[in-house]
């Protein structure tokens, strides 16, 4: 337990989350190799060790955020190229350091923001890395606990089909992808399920007015009970930046 102790208080460790959780995980397959090996894996060994790290991982009130962000850079770019076993190995392993965790409500709000930029931003390296992740956070605490983040991969692919019915709907008979020269990528959010933001009044150029009230007439039509309008802190929803950085498509809240 003294070796944890001295790692959870680590000032450089505690500086870097990804090498803070790595240095977890090293720690606890060292001791398990040793007590599989010497001690056959008694259960009363695991037991303490398994004791030690929940003490010890609960001392850093860090831990929560900082395992979510480990996972975060994993489904990245860490687990870009490895094999489907070897994601499976390294989800198993943060999930025991998650089943240490007290705080795990926490885990879940950081783990929730983490999600939700990986789904908008397309920056996951794997959809089957992802949606492994969840099911092994079900199985530990249950649908609930999952409930909202399901609810994301839900909205992603409503979205997705939304997106292709507006395009041969409305853009493809008119010869042309863009709107008035943009293109426009839409994703309809449940609110209840992603993070919040807050919402600012915005002035936004005419070009993305016109891209967002042609997509209002046809998402209206086809599902009056949702209402469309930017997410105003996220960067989809504000004035682009001057060239060669493009807008990026709103959010749309329903």
Same mark, same amino acid.
């Given at each position: ?7 959870? $208080? ?21 001791? $398990?190799? #040793? #007590? ?25 009130? $860090? =831990? &929560?955020?900082?395992? +979510? ?19 499976? @190995? ?6 025991? %350091? ?7 409500? #926490?885990?879940?709000?950081?783990? !929730? $923001? ?9 920056? =996951?390296? =794997?959809?089957?890395?992802? @949606? ?9 605490? /249950?649908?609930?606990?999952? +409930? !909202?983040?399901?609810?994301?991969? %839900? ?43 807050? +919402? ?11 891209? #967002? ?7 209206? /039509? ?6 469309? /309008? ?5 960067? =989809? ?8 950085? &493009? ?8």
């Amino acid at each position: 337990q003294g070796r944890g102790q001295q790692l959870v $208080q680590d000032d450089e460790k505690k500086g870097d989350p990804v090498k803070y959780v790595e240095a977890l995980l090293s720690l606890r397959d060292k001791y $398990q190799a #040793i #007590i599989e090996e010497a001690f056959e894996g008694d259960k009363s060994f695991l037991n303490a060790l398994n004791g030690a790290f929940e003490s010890f991982v609960n001392d850093n009130a $860090q =831990s &929560p955020e900082f395992i +979510s962000l480990f996972v975060d850079d994993q489904l990245r770019r860490g687990l870009k190229g490895h094999s489907e076993d070897d994601m499976e @190995r390294l989800l198993d392993k943060v999930v025991m %350091l998650f089943r240490y965790l007290q705080d795990k409500d #926490i885990f879940e709000k950081y783990y !929730k $923001q983490h999600l939700a930029k990986r789904l908008l931003g397309a920056r =996951s390296v =794997s959809d089957d890395a992802e @949606r492994s992740m969840i099911t092994k956070l079900k199985h530990e605490c /249950g649908y609930q606990f999952t +409930s !909202k983040l399901e609810g994301m991969f %839900l909205d992603m692919k409503m979205s997705a089909d939304t997106q292709d019915a507006f395009r041969e709907k409305v853009l493809q008979p008119s010869g042309s992808s863009k709107i008035d020269g943009g293109e426009l990528g839409v994703h309809v959010l449940t609110t209840g399920f992603w993070p919040t933001y807050k +919402s600012d009044d915005l002035n936004l150029p005419k070009e993305l007015v016109a891209c #967002i009230e042609t997509f209002r007439a046809f998402y209206d /039509g086809n599902d009056r009970h949702a209402s469309v /309008g930017p997410t105003a802190d996220r960067p =989809s929803a504000r004035p682009p930046p001057p060239p060669p950085h &493009p807008p990026a498509p709103p959010s749309l809240g329903r």
